[in-house]
């Protein structure tokens, strides 16, 4: 599975949308990008996934780049309860191994 | 739905001893692993199987085996522990197929090894 690069910390004002980027410029053509966050102490929470389009949920939407080389999770009104570890995963959809990275630490401020 | 859940929640144990973390899902997935997560790093996948009787070897897998002697179980044991092996233990579950096979993640297991 591809590798990722994520930054390892950013803050986020409460209200306002936080913008979570991921660099995987090693992506084949047949993997996914797969985002889950965990919250302190929690297990990992799955948000979104996608493959070439855009996609949106009620959680979030995953932005992924035409060249696919990168994607960006965007938190439309980021919460006090968003603060977490957020985890940009790619991955074949068959099998169920994850590759975890050390993700990026999301503080959403007041 | 109780989803995936682990017992025990905290546990520690000496050097050498063995022990069983239990995990039970009742979604009827397929799919099940065992995770390790050190403290301030991402997790690392143990074991997993993609259906009864079936296991097989994740990316640190040593010091522990695994057994799928039916669809809702999949316990961890550590045959002799060390202090290498203190970690959160998480494990989780998911569907064979369809275009999204999403992981569900039970609550943990805090191990301590002295």
């Known amino acids: 599975d591809a590798k990722t690069t994520q930054p390892p910390s950013m803050d986020c004002a409460e209200g306002r949308a936080a913008n979570l980027p991921c660099n995987h410029s090693t992506i084949s053509g047949n993997e996914y990008v797969y985002w889950y966050r965990q919250i302190h102490s929690q297990g990992p929470q799955y948000i979104i996934h996608?493959?070439?389009n855009n996609e949106t949920n009620e959680m979030a939407s995953l932005i992924i780049t035409e060249d696919r080389k990168s994607s960006t999770l965007i938190l439309p009104h980021a919460t006090l309860r968003d603060t977490a570890v957020y985890y940009c995963?790619?991955?074949?959809?068959?099998?169920?191994?994850?590759?975890f990275g050390g993700g990026t630490r999301l503080m959403v401020k007041p | 739905n109780a989803g995936v859940t682990q017992t025990p929640k905290f546990q520690v144990l000496k050097t050498g001893q063995s022990m069983t973390l239990q995990c039970a899902q009742d979604m009827n997935h397929e799919y099940m692993s065992w995770y390790r997560q050190d403290p301030g790093m991402g997790l690392r996948l143990i074991h997993y199987?993609?259906?009864?009787?079936?296991?097989d070897q994740g990316e640190v897998p040593n010091g522990y085996n695994v057994s799928r002697s039916t669809t809702e179980d999949f316990p961890l044991r550590l045959l002799s522990a060390a202090p290498s092996q203190t970690s959160v233990y998480f494990c989780?579950?998911?569907?064979?197929?369809?275009?999204?096979?999403?992981?569900?993640f039970g609550p943990g297991t805090r191990l301590t090894v002295l």
């Open positions: 199987s993609v259906g009864a009787g079936i296991t």
């Open positions: 996608g493959l070439k």
């Open positions: 995963i790619v991955k074949h959809n068959a099998g169920n191994m994850l590759t």
């Open positions: 989780a579950s998911s569907y064979a197929g369809g275009l999204s096979n999403e992981q569900f």
